[in-house]
T-cell receptor
């Protein structure tokens, strides 16, 4: 158990809908990262927050957005969902920001868009 | 361009045999290097990391990796694999706040 929790574990929704994925980092970790893992794209970094502020952006679509709240939990919002958004979404946390810190991954949320 | 290459998509080894998973990176300086393992239906777990110093690093579950600057490689090794090692293995490097993962190598274990 990494100490990172993600809810829900599974999510099934229809095209065009909007969903919110939630992540609680390890106690004391200030950085939160979001990743998308799919069979064709592999593991793709989406976005990072550090202590409530956006720190780095990866391959995140404009239909997707995220935020980190004062209690350091984070939410990833996916809107106007398409079939191709079906994937595993992972959250990870680290104590600080910077390349020297390993990331601790949550168990993921499996999103299925029908 | 910064990248991580894992040339082997799928490897099958016999239980008890030795293992080496390859990883090459492209980056202008010495990056921070990691190996993660992902069991089916699970998140990624850190096996080991290299920042500086001794180029041979020891990790959990009996794994080790060797950093070779001249070859831009960070290969993962284990002298004797167990059936429980069957999983997907990801090499990654980070610089500043960006981390780049390789495409992964799926390891199967032959009884």
């Amino acid at each position: 158990d990494s100490g990172v929790t993600q809810t829900p574990k599974h999510l099934i929704t229809a095209t065009g809908q909007r969903v919110t994925l939630r992540c609680s980092p390890r106690s004391g970790d200030l950085s939160v990262y979001w990743y998308q893992q799919s069979l064709d794209q592999g593991l793709q970094f989406l976005i990072q927050y550090y202590n409530g502020e956006e720190r780095a952006k990866g391959n995140i679509l404009e239909r997707f957005s995220a935020q980190q709240f004062p209690d350091l939990h984070s939410e990833l919002n996916l809107s106007s969902l398409e079939l191709g958004d079906s994937a595993l979404y992972f959250c990870a946390s680290s104590p600080q920001t910077g390349g020297a810190y390993e990331q601790y991954f949550g168990p993921g949320t499996r999103l299925t868009v029908t | 361009a910064q990248s991580v290459t894992q040339p082997d998509i799928h490897i099958t080894v016999s239980e008890g045999a030795s293992l080496e998973l390859r990883c090459n990176y492209s980056y202008g300086a010495t990056p921070y290097l990691f190996w993660y393992v992902q069991s089916p239906g699970q998140g990624l777990q850190l096996l080991l990391k290299y920042f500086s110093g001794d180029t041979l690093v020891q990790g959990i579950k009996g794994f080790e990796a060797e950093f070779k600057r001249s070859q831009s490689s960070f290969n993962l090794r284990k002298p004797s694999v167990h059936w429980s090692d069957a999983a997907e293995y990801f090499c990654a490097f980070s610089s500043a706040s960006k981390i780049i993962f390789g495409s992964g190598t799926r390891l199967s274990i032959r009884p």
